[in-house]
T-cell receptor
């Protein structure tokens, strides 16, 4: 079975600064996908970024980028130029290819962006 | 905009009184999922439909049932809600079952009195 670990239950960052959220996972499989989802307080969970394991290039979406280290089984999320609207719960998630599209979530990291 | 819609956003029910939560989608996705999310925890998958095929997670209590009358709609029925069933219920969809991103609705927050 796959597991996903987010070792930082809570983090804070000053507005306009950069913050990195960590995620590690455990699998013996080679073909999978990794995701970061953002869930603002009382609001919808939305996809931030997606990474295919077969791609060596790190995925980026505007101010959000990942550092994907396949050998180390690490998938951290970097948020640059943090904004107040980035305040949210962030979930790292793992999905095996050809295994029913099921997500395995980490425990989440609560990020607070301070003005 | 194509999206996943959940109604109602907030639902209050009494202990033991059946309740139904609704999810609809305009994405025309084949797969619909129901998750339970308790405060500050990760979502927990209850079950999913691939088209009309129903797939129950092994540890989902019998108290939870689901119906999918057509591609667009999926319902979560809680037959006899207990206090421990108070949670956020999230609906999600994906195009298919092979490496497809799941898209979430806004959730229904269920309170059990």
């Amino acid at each position: 079975a796959q597991t996903v670990t987010q070792s930082q239950p809570e983090m804070s960052v000053q507005e306009a600064e950069t913050v990195t959220l960590s995620c590690t996972y455990d699998t013996s499989e080679n073909n999978y996908y990794l995701f970061w989802y953002k869930q603002p307080p009382s609001r919808q969970m939305i996809l931030v970024i997606r990474q295919e394991a077969y791609k060596q290039q790190n995925a980026t979406e505007n101010r959000f980028s990942v550092n994907f280290q396949k050998a180390a089984k690490s998938f951290s999320l970097k948020i640059s130029d943090s904004q107040l609207g980035d305040t949210a719960m962030y979930f790292c998630a793992f999905m095996l290819l050809n295994a029913g599209n099921m997500l395995t979530f980490g425990g989440g990291t609560r990020l607070m962006v301070k003005p | 905009d194509a999206m996943v819609i959940q109604n109602p956003r907030y639902q209050v029910t009494q202990f033991g009184k059946p309740v139904t939560l609704s999810c609809s989608q305009t994405l025309n996705h084949n797969v619909m999922y129901w998750y339970q999310q308790k405060s500050s925890q990760a979502p927990k998958l209850l079950f999913h439909y691939y088209d009309k095929d129903f797939n129950n997670e092994a540890d989902t209590p019998d108290n939870f049932q689901s119906r999918r009358p057509n591609t667009s709609f999926c319902f979560l029925d809680i037959r006899s809600p207990g206090l421990g069933d108070a949670a956020m219920y999230l609906c999600a969809t994906s195009r298919d079952l092979i490496g497809n991103t799941q898209y979430f609705g806004p959730g229904t927050r269920l309170t059990v009195l």
